[in-house]
């Protein structure tokens, strides 16, 4: 590698280093609060134990759809909202955190003039007998039956809800069981309580004083006496529940650090290198094409490093498995497609294994950040908690669909570099053909398992191996789908481009497997899914049939293939 190549690569390594860093860097907009360590004291929220930051980010992405607020024009962290919120309502009221988007319930409290989107409590609460009234009538609709102007009427309730358990101290629970005998339990009821507090002599427990003391002297403007009792609280849980606040420590370090929308920033960087590569890839002498196109796999495989971090931290904070709902899946298939990429790219060294994988990371993290509604570790559905299981069965048909996303993929980049580049060179022709066979006999492989390890779960769980469920139809279809592409071209009924364009129907086939049987609303596996995604799932068939279509052109109307 000469100079200007070594000088691209260590340049790339360095800015990548630099993106990690970013989020770690220390922020002073706290001020004289401490209220990192205030963060990372555990609470209980959504069935699972957790720190304060988590609820506070949550929190408040559920309510305005941002992890920030402003407070006097300043950008403040959503711990700082949080605990104004349970100690200064008068102050958090007229924060504008309440994201309303329809225009028919903006007009509901007098705001469908002007862009605004944000709201205060206070705005709101103006209007409160009207809003109740309409928030009954939705009430008495199905979800499934709601229109649009219904759904963010609901939604806005939801998010009333959410912030007036916050400020009355009624979520989260912030008590914590110090014995065998006691339970998470929320301040409210500790302080409140009619008949005294959670001892016998009718006292608060010596964590809800303490809890009180540290809100009271935050209420009372007072740093020194907060800091020293945020300090001697967070001391005695160490001492009494030290597993619990080590897990909820190294949760605000993985909220800090962000890794997936890290990630997603170095997919990126590495798709824009690898573009380089191959467009400078004239200039062979330079060294420029090849310092690129390294700098672009080395970038990439930082990016995977951190994806595998943040998926085997979420398994340490979990307890289960990595793949436990939607959002889960989407950073897993994300994550299995890079390894696949990376590994192509080690195999044939022509950087479409780099590009399409780092598409794909892309893509699949966007995909999480849309599924994403609060705490993406809540927990589970009953039937699912099975860690055996979700180490089989979930795992291996999860790479059976990553497997059959990274073929489409690559069929697409076959049809559209053919039809309208020049660039699909009978070299590439012939590795774009070994990478999509080898990648649809590996899918065919682990969909199948996984399909058969879900029937005998299905046959422990619910008494039958097979009940023809719409997921069930789905998992079947993607096994059936590879297993034609294969046996067309062993057959000789297909040559590469026909498996091209079967390989991207095969993506919309997974993509109605693992989106599309959840909005039927029928069957034994219709949890977990956002209705709002049909749109999005409708425009990808629609874009996947139309690279079909362009596929089916003549081959010798392809722009690679024209003399």
């Given at each position: 590698?000469?100079?200007?190549?070594?000088?691209?690569?260590?340049?790339?390594?360095?800015?990548?280093?630099?993106?990690?860093?970013?989020?770690?860097?220390?922020?002073?907009?706290?001020?004289?609060?401490?209220?990192?360590?205030?963060?990372?004291?555990?609470?209980?929220?959504?069935?699972?134990?957790?720190?304060?930051?988590?609820?506070?980010?949550?929190?408040?992405?559920?309510?305005?759809?941002?992890?920030?607020?402003?407070?006097?024009?300043?950008?403040?962290?959503?711990?700082?909202?949080?605990?104004?919120?349970?100690?200064?309502?008068?102050?958090?009221?007229?924060?504008?955190?309440?994201?309303?988007?329809?225009?028919?319930?903006?007009?509901?409290?007098?705001?469908?003039?002007?862009?605004?989107?944000?709201?205060?409590?206070?705005?709101?609460?103006?209007?409160?007998?009207?809003?109740?009234?309409?928030?009954?009538?939705?009430?008495?609709?199905?979800?499934?039956?709601?229109?649009?102007?219904?759904?963010?009427?609901?939604?806005?309730?939801?998010?009333?809800?959410?912030?007036?358990?916050?400020?009355?101290?009624?979520?989260?629970?912030?008590?914590?069981?110090?014995?065998?005998?006691?339970?998470?339990?929320?301040?409210?009821?500790?302080?409140?309580?009619?008949?005294?507090?959670?001892?016998?002599?009718?006292?608060?427990?010596?964590?809800?004083?303490?809890?009180?003391?540290?809100?009271?002297?935050?209420?009372?403007?007072?740093?020194?006496?907060?800091?020293?009792?945020?300090?001697?609280?967070?001391?005695?849980?160490?001492?009494?529940?030290?597993?619990?606040?080590?897990?909820?420590?190294?949760?605000?370090?993985?909220?800090?650090?962000?890794?997936?929308?890290?990630?997603?920033?170095?997919?990126?960087?590495?798709?824009?290198?690898?573009?380089?590569?191959?467009?400078?890839?004239?200039?062979?002498?330079?060294?420029?094409?090849?310092?690129?196109?390294?700098?672009?796999?080395?970038?990439?495989?930082?990016?995977?490093?951190?994806?595998?971090?943040?998926?085997?931290?979420?398994?340490?904070?979990?307890?289960?498995?990595?793949?436990?709902?939607?959002?889960?899946?989407?950073?897993?298939?994300?994550?299995?497609?890079?390894?696949?990429?990376?590994?192509?790219?080690?195999?044939?060294?022509?950087?479409?294994?780099?590009?399409?994988?780092?598409?794909?990371?892309?893509?699949?993290?966007?995909?999480?950040?849309?599924?994403?509604?609060?705490?993406?570790?809540?927990?589970?559905?009953?039937?699912?908690?099975?860690?055996?299981?979700?180490?089989?069965?979930?795992?291996?048909?999860?790479?059976?669909?990553?497997?059959?996303?990274?073929a489409g993929f690559i069929g697409i980049t076959y049809i559209l570099m053919g039809v309208y580049t020049r660039g699909l060179t009978p070299d590439r022709r012939k590795t774009l053909e070994k990478m999509m066979y080898g990648v649809i006999a590996f899918a065919l492989l682990f969909s199948f398992i996984g399909t058969v390890l879900g029937g005998i779960?299905?046959?422990?769980?619910?008494?039958?191996?097979?009940?023809?469920?719409?997921?069930?139809?789905?998992?079947?279809?993607?096994?059936?789908?590879?297993?034609?592409?294969?046996?067309?071209?062993?057959?000789?009924?297909?040559?590469?481009?026909?498996?091209?364009?079967?390989?991207?129907?095969?993506?919309?086939?997974?993509?109605?497997?693992?989106?599309?049987?959840?909005?039927?609303?029928?069957?034994?596996?219709?949890?977990?899914?956002?209705?709002?995604?049909?749109?999005?799932?409708?425009?990808?068939?629609?874009?996947?049939?139309?690279?079909?279509?362009?596929?089916?052109?003549?081959?010798?109307?392809?722009?690679?293939?024209?003399?």
């Amino acid at each position: 590698m000469n100079k200007l190549a070594t000088l691209i690569h260590a340049a790339a390594i360095l800015l990548s280093l630099a993106v990690l860093a970013m989020p770690l860097m220390p922020k002073h907009e706290q001020g004289v609060y401490d209220l990192d360590t205030l963060g990372s004291l555990p609470v209980s929220a959504g069935g699972r134990t957790k720190p304060l930051d988590t609820v506070a980010r949550n929190s408040l992405l559920i309510v305005s759809d941002r992890q920030t607020v402003k407070i006097d024009g300043i950008r403040r962290p959503a711990i700082r909202w949080l605990i104004d919120v349970m100690t200064r309502p008068n102050d958090a009221n007229v924060y504008e955190v309440f994201r309303i988007d329809h225009p028919d319930v903006k007009s509901l409290i007098e705001a469908n003039q002007g862009d605004q989107k944000r709201f205060s409590f206070n705005h709101i609460q103006r209007f409160a007998q009207e809003l109740n009234v309409q928030f009954q009538q939705v009430e008495a609709i199905k979800p499934i039956d709601r229109d649009a102007y219904q759904k963010h009427l609901a939604e806005l309730r939801d998010h009333v809800t959410t912030y007036s358990l916050l400020f009355t101290q009624q979520a989260p629970y912030t008590v914590p069981p110090l014995t065998a005998e006691e339970q998470w339990r929320p301040l409210s009821a500790e302080i409140h309580a009619p008949h005294g507090g959670h001892e016998a002599h009718g006292e608060p427990s010596d964590a809800a004083k303490r809890l009180s003391n540290i809100f009271l002297a935050y209420q009372n403007q007072d740093p020194d006496h907060f800091n020293h009792e945020v300090a001697d609280y967070a001391t005695m849980l160490d001492q009494r529940i030290p597993d619990i606040t080590r897990k909820a420590r190294f949760e605000v370090f993985f909220n800090k650090l962000q890794p997936f929308y890290q990630s997603t920033v170095l997919y990126v960087l590495a798709f824009l290198l690898v573009c380089a590569s191959l467009l400078t890839a004239g200039f062979k002498g330079s060294g420029l094409p090849k310092g690129l196109g390294r700098a672009a796999v080395s970038v990439l495989t930082l990016a995977f490093c951190l994806s595998t971090f943040g998926l085997s931290a979420r398994v340490y904070m979990q307890g289960y498995a990595p793949v436990t709902n939607l959002y889960s899946s989407a950073v897993f298939i994300g994550w299995f497609c890079v390894a696949m990429g990376l590994f192509l790219e080690w195999l044939f060294r022509n950087g479409m294994g780099t590009a399409l994988s780092a598409l794909i990371g892309f893509v699949t993290m966007i995909i999480a950040h849309n599924l994403a509604d609060g705490d993406t570790m809540n927990m589970m559905q009953a039937v699912l908690d099975s860690n055996f299981w979700l180490s089989t069965h979930v795992i291996t048909v999860t790479i059976g669909y990553s497997a059959t996303f990274l073929a489409g993929f690559i069929g697409i980049t076959y049809i559209l570099m053919g039809v309208y580049t020049r660039g699909l060179t009978p070299d590439r022709r012939k590795t774009l053909e070994k990478m999509m066979y080898g990648v649809i006999a590996f899918a065919l492989l682990f969909s199948f398992i996984g399909t058969v390890l879900g029937g005998i779960w299905a046959d422990q769980s619910w008494g039958r191996f097979w009940g023809w469920d719409p997921k069930e139809n789905g998992a079947v279809l993607i096994v059936l789908m590879n297993a034609l592409i294969l046996h067309a071209r062993w057959g000789g009924m297909i040559k590469a481009r026909g498996v091209a364009i079967l390989a991207v129907f095969g993506n919309i086939i997974t993509v109605w497997s693992w989106f599309g049987t959840n909005m039927l609303g029928v069957g034994l596996h219709s949890y977990g899914f956002m209705d709002s995604a049909v749109f999005w799932i409708l425009v990808f068939v629609g874009s996947q049939l139309a690279v079909m279509s362009a596929g089916m052109i003549p081959v010798s109307r392809w722009r690679s293939f024209v003399s």
